[in-house]
């Protein structure tokens, strides 16, 4: 059973940063992409920020030009740099990477890490 553990969210005040860390706990070859949703109490699960095999990066419109995503897909590492927090940003936030080889994928999940944005 192969797990991804999200690190490095915590409470800091507005318009301060943190950067979140995802990593496997193997390899997983033949990562298409690998992704940060977010969750807040009461909300629908939405994606945050992607990035693909190809190193292409595409963000929710909330958050464009305040986070950045990288990573190494071959590594299956990602991260999540967010500068300007904003309250609304307060959420659980979840590492998602996606595998297709041939005719077959799969999706694995982190257990969230909290960020709470607060004064």
């Known amino acids: 059973q192969v797990q991804l553990v999200e690190s490095g969210g915590g409470l800091v005040q507005p318009g301060g940063s943190l950067r979140l860390s995802c990593a496997a706990s193997?390899?997983?070859?033949?990562?298409?992409?690998m992704d940060w949703y977010r969750q807040a109490p009461g909300k629908e699960r939405e994606l945050v920020a992607r990035?693909?095999?190809?190193?292409?990066?595409d963000y929710a419109d909330s958050v464009k030009g305040r986070f950045t995503i990288s990573g190494d897909l071959a590594k299956t590492t990602v991260y999540l740099q967010m500068d300007g927090l904003k309250p609304e940003d307060t959420a659980v936030y979840y590492c998602?990477?996606?595998?297709?080889?041939?005719?077959?994928?799969?999706?694995?999940w982190g257990q969230g890490t909290q960020v709470t944005v607060s004064s």
């Open positions: 990035i693909t095999r190809g190193g292409r990066t």
């Open positions: 998602h990477a996606n595998r297709f080889s041939g005719f077959s994928q799969a999706d694995f």
């Open positions: 193997a390899i997983i070859f033949s990562i298409n992409t």
